[in-house]
T-cell receptor
Framework: SQQGEEDPQALSIQEGENATMNCSYK?????LQWYRQNSGRGLVHLIL?????REKHSGRLRVTLDTSKKSSSLLITASRAADTASYFC??????????????FGKGTKLSVKP | KAGVTQTPRYLIKTRGQQVTLSCSPI?????VSWYQQTPGQGLQFLFE???????NKGNFPGRFSGRQFSNSRSEMNVSTLELGDSALYLC???????????FGSGTRLTVV
């Protein structure tokens, strides 16, 4: 079953604008990860935030995590046409020794227009 | 360093046949996971191997199986293919679950 749910499902912006995607999840987590996928190809790992962290930056990416609300957000600043892709959050859940099992949301499809 | 390599990239099979997909992880990564991606169900976890042992398994029928070799390379096998098995199959490797996963480009399987 899907644990992460991204919002919005689709987002269309102009180059240079910021893009914000949100993710909600259901159970306790070890960490939450964001991935990008270009048109049916492999996933690219963007950033990982641990359950005891609240905010993390990587280049133009900023991720926040609120474990009390079981939610995360991904902000892409100064977006470029090359950022056009689907973005997925994935949770590494804490449950009974289960490992290597990322639970993905359905993703946000971002379109950045030049 | 080389990324995660999946072969073949594309595959067309007939219902009832079986198929084997291959994944070579990043050197030094001992954990290999497999995922199925379809438009309807999204990304779903199949199984995870670590040091040749299956550590975790998703909710898929027994027709889906896998294994890992001593060099960490992994294969997954789907027997008695069904039309619904058409999907992008992704392999991911990791050194440690707390550092994220590196995915391969996937194998796109079409069952006709």
């Amino acid at each position: 079953s899907q644990q992460g749910e991204e919002d919005p499902q689709a987002l269309s912006i102009q180059e240079g604008e910021n893009a914000t995607m949100n993710c909600s999840y259901k159970t306790s987590i070890n960490n939450l990860q964001w991935y990008r996928q270009n048109s049916g190809r492999g996933l690219v790992h963007l950033i990982l935030i641990r359950s005891n962290e609240r905010e993390k930056h990587s280049g133009r990416l900023r991720v926040t995590l609120d474990t009390s609300k079981k939610s995360s957000s991904l902000l892409i600043t100064a977006s470029r046409a090359a950022d056009t892709a689907s973005y997925f959050c994935a949770t590494d859940a804490v449950h009974g020794g289960s490992q290597g099992n990322l639970i993905f949301g359905k993703g946000t499809k971002l379109s950045v227009k030049p | 360093k080389a990324g995660v390599t999946q072969t073949p990239r594309y595959l067309i099979k007939t219902r009832g046949q079986q198929v084997t997909l291959s994944c070579s992880p990043i050197s030094g990564h001992r954990s290999v996971s497999w995922y199925q991606q379809t438009p309807g169900q999204g990304l779903q976890f199949l199984f995870e191997y670590f040091s040749e042992t299956q550590r975790n398994k998703g909710n898929f029928p027994g027709r889906f199986s896998g294994r890992q070799f001593s060099n960490s390379r992994s294969e997954m096998n789907v027997s008695t293919l069904e039309l619904g098995d058409s999907a992008l199959y992704l392999c991911a490797s990791s050194w440690d679950r707390n550092y994220g996963y590196t995915f391969g480009s996937g194998t796109r399987l079409t069952v006709v």
